[in-house]
């Protein structure tokens, strides 16, 4: 019951965020080290955080990856 629900939440967010309006404030200072900023949240998330700090770096993901869609929609290089 509890997978189903965090699953749906998870995808709730997820489509919120797609159908959300993109971060307009971008710009191409911003955008240059972003595939960098994931992999290291990636990682952190990879090497067994506590639920808390979890969900932490989750949400600091989504953020990361709405910056790179916007980023990519502008024409800055996010690597």
Do not use: P, W, Y
């Not at 919120?16 to 191409?28: H, L």
């Amino acid at each position: 019951m509890f997978k189903r629900f965090f699953l749906l939440s998870v995808l709730t967010i997820s489509l919120t965020s797609f159908f959300a309006q993109a971060n307009n404030d971008v710009t191409k200072k911003s955008c240059e080290k972003l595939d960098q900023k994931i992999e290291k949240q990636n990682s952190k998330l990879k090497a067994g955080v506590s639920n808390k700090k979890s969900e932490k770096i989750k949400e600091k993901l989504h953020k990361l990856h709405k910056n790179k869609f916007a980023c990519k929609q502008k024409g800055f290089k996010t690597k």
